[in-house]
């Protein structure tokens, strides 16, 4: 995994040369999975802890929204999975167009892989949500109104922990598509540059739509 | 007939959702949450059809997103089942232990609905796996009309569920 950090191209050419392990791949994804479902459990507890809190003070059932924001939290989780198999589908792709690399399913395999960069940092972050402390926020009035939860959400927009954690979160996403590029280096044999080139790309284009979302 | 495949993930989804569904109700259970009923009223409906016109278009882009998710090889179906299965729960066990009455107006169209998007999402891993067989593994892909026809067959249970539901809501307002 240390190879994968400093040497990255040099790491999936050694696993290019065994038979390739599904399990050590899926391991990847699924890690990442299992950690963000922690640490955003965490976050949104700690975020929503104080607007439930004055929901229950009010006499209203939190059930409902409980319910939603564990769903949310699920949600999370899917991301890294859905990301490995949204990026494999894509490479895979424009390998069958453009290079007709022997052997395209070890694409799956590699961009699995390069998951495991993110393990570091999703542990740091079960740390960091453990650590927060959301914003001082209580409602104006006895009942919750609509300027209340825009004053909440700019609070989180502004918090100096969201911003760095999201800062952090969006140079290891560039990272890991960097790794999806070197990965697919060594798969297909396109130059270093142009791999990069086309998954940082990828990078831009899902950025963009999760931003316009 | 049914190949094999489509089968097998029908049966895999369905084990994924009942699995969350008794996760989120277990968690329920373990947080003893309640509701009032009484207290939280859905929004006045315009009537039965624009009740389930609205239901409808909300119905169908989760099932653009399945099946948009088929080029993730089927994923987006999965996840869609875990979590919706996993809120389903939990909100049937508060219901239940709150006022199980009301669990009349829930169920029928839920039932439809999750019948639905089981079989959106299965149809669309067996697609996604088609793609895979096909790119990546350079193998003569198997049928994929079952697939096509499960995915048409969800969509219209799906209007159905709306149906449903927008009569249970009619029913529930009185």
Redesign the interface.
Known sequence: VLSLVFAPVAFFQTRLRRPASWRLALGGPLGCGALALVSHAVFSARITGPLFDSLAAMG?????A???R??GV??VA?VY??VW??T??FL??FD?LFQQSPH??R??ETSALAFYSQLPWLTALIGVSLAFEPPPWAPAAGQISASDLERLKRLLEQDQVLIVVRTLNGCFAAWLYGLFGAGYHVVAGLPLGKSLALTMSMFGVFHLLSALA | MTPRLLRRLIVANSAVLLAAALCGASLSTIEQHRVRLDVVQPSPSAGVVASARAIVVENGRVWLAIGGGALAFGAVGAAVIATNGFRFGMDVATVTRSDPGQLRFLLPHSALEFAALTLAASACQCLGWRILELLAFARRPGPILPSLLALAASAGLGVVAAVVEAVSQAARLG
């Open positions: 209203m059932s939190t059930a409902f409980t319910s939603m564990y769903m699920l949600n899917f999975v859905l198999l949204a494999s589908a895979i792709a069958v395209p399913a694409i799956i």
